[in-house]
């Protein structure tokens, strides 16, 4: 098996889709920080269903998505589509698009350094690329860390589909390296209780409100804002 089979074969374990919550927290994000967009990118659509809500949300702007797995049937016919490994630079010109969503996808690609820079190249002038990852500073996370010696998240059920874990301080280098502003950090504000993955901080009885933030948030976002 060669290396673009075996990146394919942890796509497809990946099962392409993420949640509501962090559709929820990405698409906030994108309403806090970019007024208008006219050309949107799913960078890392998976089966498309975030593709497709991407369309109901931008009416009337024209959307693409790429990802390692074939075009989706599922996503409106109007979507441009690039089936490219997502670890190499995608076949379209610097400064296509406005807006660029990478939901859940940095953990799966071998180079985060690559991916940002990927990022600016592909985002004209004003342009914003909001990304989402899991929450290595997370209570959960660091707990895990301390104790298997691995981020939650990325333990052997996890891999080889999730394979590079992202702090936050990760995003403020590779971001001011490629030229962006320094990111702006954002929540889903939905964590897991450490050794009670039932029951998330959110819903304990009384003080769920309580918890949000870094320490409370299994997934979280960087907003990087090309000058």
Known sequence: MNILEKRLEA??????????????????AARRHKSGAN???????????????????????SVAG??????????PPSVDWYEADLNGPLPVPDGAFDLIFAVEVIEHLENSRQVVRE????????GVAILTTP????????????????????????????ITAVTALDFKRTAT?????????????VGTVPKILSLKW???????????GKLYSDNFGAVLVKS
Do not use: W
């Open 66 to 75: 790429a990802d390692i797995l074939p075009r989706p049937t599922t996503i």
């Open 11 to 28: 796509a497809c374990l990946s099962g392409g889709i993420s949640n509501s919550d962090i559709y929820s927290a990405a698409l906030a």
């Open 135 to 162: 929450n290595t500073g997370s209570m959960r996370s660091l707990i895990t860390y301390f104790v298997r010696g691995h981020h939650a998240q990325f333990d052997d059920a996890n891999y080889p589909a999730h």
């Open 119 to 126: 990022l600016y190249r592909l985002l004209a002038a004003g």
């Open 177 to 189: 390296e490629a030229g962006f502003r320094a990111p702006i950090f954002f929540y889903t504000d």
């Open 39 to 61: 050309r949107i990118l799913d960078f890392g659509s998976g089966v498309g269903d975030f593709t497709k809500l991407l369309c109901s949300t931008y009416a009337g702007a």
């Open 202 to 212: 959110q819903n304990i009885p009384g003080i769920g409100t309580l918890f949000k």
